[in-house]
């Protein structure tokens, strides 16, 4: 049975930092292409992040510069690095798995989610 377990949300101040981890189980990690997205209340869930081997990352434009995804492949784990957050970082962060070198629009396996909030 396949699980993407996710850890590190919580309750920060703007400007603050957090680190999300994302622990694999039961698929070939290497693999797969790893990743993060986010919905935030109202709205779609949108990407976030992601990383194929580990020299190929992605940003979405609202977090470049202030994020950065790595994977631990030794671990079966990924994390994200979130940095200089902003209040419309608020959002339930979802980690994700699609088999390489397939799209990342239709997800193979999701996370439960963890909530992040930034207060102002």
């Known amino acids: 049975q396949v699980q993407l377990v996710e850890s590190g949300g919580g309750l920060v101040q703007a400007g603050g930092s957090l680190r999300l981890s994302c622990a694999v189980s039961?698929?070939?990690?290497?693999?797969?292409?790893m990743g993060w997205f986010r919905q935030a209340p109202g709205k779609e869930r949108e990407f976030v992040s992601s990383v194929g081997s580990n020299t190929i990352f992605s940003y979405a434009n609202s977090v470049k510069g202030r994020f950065t995804i790595s994977r631990d492949n030794a671990k079966n784990t990924i994390h994200l690095q979130m940095n200089t957050l902003k209040p419309e970082d608020t959002a339930v962060y979802y980690c994700a798995a699609v088999r390489a070198g397939r799209s990342w629009s239709r997800p193979d396996y999701w996370g439960q989610g963890t909530q992040v909030t930034i207060s102002s």
């Open positions: 039961g698929l070939t990690f290497s693999t797969y292409y």
